[in-house]
């Protein structure tokens, strides 16, 4: 199989030298753009029966220009990778549009703008900078029924969510992603459909491999991913997708999210990645917590050897990764253990479970024969 060895290398070999800096938020920089309907139809949607504002994606064929200003802007505040425009770049989310056929060109487009941003600046810096093509968790779960009336239907299958994602990835790898990065995922079934497709555009149709990434969201204070996993059972779930780095995003400050980033660090050997929103949403929805102040929450990560990779999600702007950078910068970066529970055999439901030789009897599908389920019978 072919590999990008001189990417895989770099990464891993700056990754374990120093911090490296992932962007901050796209839709808060687009808020600030005042857009209306017409910037996200342009001439090619100029018809389109539906209402448009708010595809943020769309921005990468019907404005360029912004969207290249943005990345600009966060590569020039310090940031070693930047994610595409295309959080909800599959047929599933896009479906709320009516602009499923528009998919591939919106990632390929995407990820065209945010090489040439990249390429543009390390020209003018002398340092690399990397493409990340972003992979949302999409507006559906394979764990949780939509109807609370019918707690076993799902409005989504796994291969439908393996096929959209799969489209996703091909097109971002056509147009130059450095790396895949599945992220905000509040279920480890959808995680695991996304992984699997990456997987087997790698092994299957002998694309060249890329490094990729895996960022969780744990939803409150509770560190339950939205599934009801706790931050290591996510990590054990989905162990077997071979991240290059893993942790998570989204939901939490770095305050809060803290706590449970130091115990997914004990369930991994992977690098570890970390962008929060700038603080909590306050009573209207927005984020309140400054540059420097989020930066030195960041710092106490940085500080524990906790990270190896941090950045911002909802809320920040160049000026918060400029900050975090300025804070981190000449802190060693975490070192992955090489050894992670080698001597127990890793299973999760909810709750991660290690099995070794020091385990009691345990108990497993008690209700999963033809004794105690009827249904699993038939």
């Not at 019918?150 to 992603?177: C, H, I, M």
């Amino acid at each position: 199989m072919v590999r990008r060895e001189e990417i895989f290398e770099s990464i891993k070999k700056t990754c374990s030298e120093r911090i490296m800096f992932i962007d901050g938020a796209m839709g808060t920089m687009i808020q600030r753009e005042h857009l209306e309907e017409n910037d996200f139809r342009a001439d090619i949607l100029a018809d389109h029966h539906l209402p448009l504002k708010g595809n943020n994606d769309l921005l990468s064929l019907t404005r360029p220009d912004i969207v290249y200003k943005i990345h600009r802007l966060y590569l020039e505040s310090g940031a070693d990778f930047i994610e595409t425009n295309t959080f909800s770049g599959t047929t599933i989310a896009q479906a709320d549009y009516g602009c499923e056929h528009l998919v591939y060109d919106i990632n390929r487009k995407s990820a065209e703008l945010a090489k040439k941003a990249c390429e543009d600046v390390a020209k003018e810096t002398g340092i690399r900078r990397y493409v990340c093509g972003a992979i949302g968790p999409t507006n559906k779960t394979l764990s949780i029924s939509p109807s609370v009336e019918k707690p076993e239907f799902r409005n989504v299958t796994f291969q439908e969510l393996v096929s959209a994602y799969g489209q996703q990835a091909r097109a971002l790898l056509d147009g130059g992603a450095d790396i895949l990065l599945v992220e905000t995922v509040f279920d480890s079934a959808n995680a695991k459909a996304a992984l699997f497709a990456i997987r087997t555009i790698f092994e299957e149709e002998e694309v060249p491999e890329v490094p990729v990434f895996l960022s969780g969201t744990i939803v409150d204070l509770s560190g339950r991913t939205l599934s009801g996993q706790t931050g290591e059972a996510f990590l054990i779930s989905t162990r077997q997708g071979q991240a290059t780095a893993v942790g998570l995003n989204c939901a939490l400050g770095p305050n809060e999210m803290r706590p449970f980033v130091e115990s997914m660090a004990n369930y991994t050997s992977s690098f570890i990645i970390c962008y929060p929103n700038a603080g909590l949403p306050n009573a209207l929805g927005g984020y309140d917590e400054m540059p420097d102040t989020m930066a030195e929450s960041i710092r106490e990560f940085a500080e524990r050897c906790l990270v190896n990779i941090v950045g911002g999600c909802c809320g920040t702007t160049p000026d918060h990764i400029a900050a975090i950078k300025k804070a981190c910068d000449g802190i060693a970066p975490r070192e992955p253990p090489k050894n992670v529970h080698e001597d127990s055999m890793m299973l999760s439901g909810l709750e991660p479970m290690l099995v070794n030789e020091f385990t009691n009897f345990v108990n497993i599908g008690e209700r999963c024969n033809v004794a105690g389920s009827r249904r699993f019978c038939t």
